[in-house]
């Protein structure tokens, strides 16, 4: 019998997404359920919401069962998300630098942020890649967030 994570996981692989938005989205959905239901953490799509992220991430780096594809588009699909919403972003495939495959990716006024490479290398490199310190340095270069109408 599958458990509610594993029927969550089962439904994002077997959708049709319309586009790229919307299976971020999906995922990014997911991810606060999930840190809400297993790992009792409220992630909320705001900056706030950062340091209860950093703690699902350090929980899951501990793991030795991952598996690294689906955890971070889980995971990286929340952190984009997060960086989406705030300055009106779009999410998009492109090539990661020096890499050979398209990645998903934010574009944000003309940056490109690689927030699926930076949960990776979070999960898999430990405390040294902080997503804290990420999100800092990204809000200190892209500067006030974008006014919502």
Known sequence: MLNDSNKARKRLEEANFSDLNAMMEAYAAAAANIARDQFRQHLD???ESMVAFEAVLSELAE???L???YEVKLWGGYLGEV???RYNG???MTQYPGGAAAVPAVEIRGSRL??????YRRLTMGDSESIGAFFHM???RLG???RVN
């Open 45 to 47: 799509f705001t900056s």
């Open 63 to 65: 793991k030795d069962d």
């Open 67 to 69: 598996d690294y594809e």
């Open 83 to 85: 960086l989406r919403r």
């Open 90 to 92: 779009a999410w998009e």
């Open 114 to 119: 690689f927030p699926l490479i930076k949960v």
């Open 138 to 140: 990204v809000t200190e």
């Open 144 to 146: 006030q967030p974008a």
